[in-house]
Antibody
Framework: EVQLVESGGGLVKTGGSLRLSCAAS????????MAWVRQAPGKGLEWEWV????????????DYAAPVKDRFTISRDDLENTLYLQMNSLKTEDTAVYYC???????WGQGTLVIVSS | DVVMTQSPLSLPVTLGQPASISCRSS???????????LSWFQQRPGQSPRRLIY???NRDSGVPDRFSGSASGTDFTLKISRVEAEDVGVYYC?????????FGQGTNLEIK
């Protein structure tokens, strides 16, 4: 069974950092493009892509949405089948439930809540 | 960014009746490889989203065949032939052609 399990969410102050993890199982992780998307509770449950990372065989490059570019970093450990999202310089508008997903959003995790408070 | 505009935002439907959700993109979603990367997602209350349809009209594994997707230019439609109680939730379209990929605002389907 394909499964994605996020962890690492929590409450953090503005300007702080947090690292989210996503443990993958049930598929060949190293071959998969992976994504982070978020749903902000205060914005009418709107969805927003955070970014994505290609498989290493496809170059391993990352793409980020403008609101998080230069603050967030997506990485992967193909030996541990784990996806990461390093979030720095957090802002209140980053408050959201963060989901990891396979690249085309065919499979989603359960999400982890990040609250950024001033 | 490509703007995805869904309608209606609220959709009350009688059980057993059909339902239709529209999604319009602000520009063509045809990618350089000839594919159109438009997906539909269902988010039931308290759950993670689930992809129903990819590349306009391809149903994901396990998705009932009462769900179907179609397109006409930059207008996309998700149809449910006969709504069942388990279909309650919010439906989103998403374009995966132009980065950053973008979602519609969501359509809240409820039983009348």
């Amino acid at each position: 069974e394909v499964q994605l399990v996020e962890s690492g969410g929590g409450l953090v102050k503005t300007g702080g950092s947090l690292r989210l993890s996503c443990a993958a199982s049930g598929f060949t992780f190293r071959n998969a493009w992976m994504a982070w998307v978020r749903q902000a509770p205060g914005k009418g449950l709107e969805w927003e892509w955070v970014g994505r990372i290609r498989s290493k065989t496809d170059g391993g490059a990352t793409d980020y949405a403008a609101p998080v570019k230069d603050r967030f970093t997506i990485s992967r450990d193909d030996l541990e089948n784990t996806l990461y999202l390093q979030m720095n310089s957090l802002k209140t508008e980053d408050t959201a439930v963060y989901y990891c997903a396979t690249g085309a959003l065919g499979t989603w995790g359960q999400g982890t809540l990040v609250i950024v408070s001033s | 960014d490509v703007v995805m505009t869904q309608s209606p935002l609220s959709l009350p439907v009688t059980l057993g009746q059909p339902a239709s959700i529209s999604c319009r993109s602000s520009q063509s979603l045809v990618y350089s490889d000839g594919n159109t990367y438009l997906s539909w997602f269902q988010q039931r209350p308290g759950q993670s989203p689930r992809r129903l349809i990819y590349k306009v009209s391809n149903r994901d594994s396990g998705v009932p065949d009462r769900f179907s997707g179609s397109a006409s230019g930059t207008d996309f439609t998700l149809k449910i032939s006969r709504v069942e109680a388990e279909d309650v939730g919010v439906y989103y379209c998403m374009q995966g052609t132009h980065w950053p990929y973008t979602f519609g605002q969501g359509t809240n389907l409820e039983i009348k």
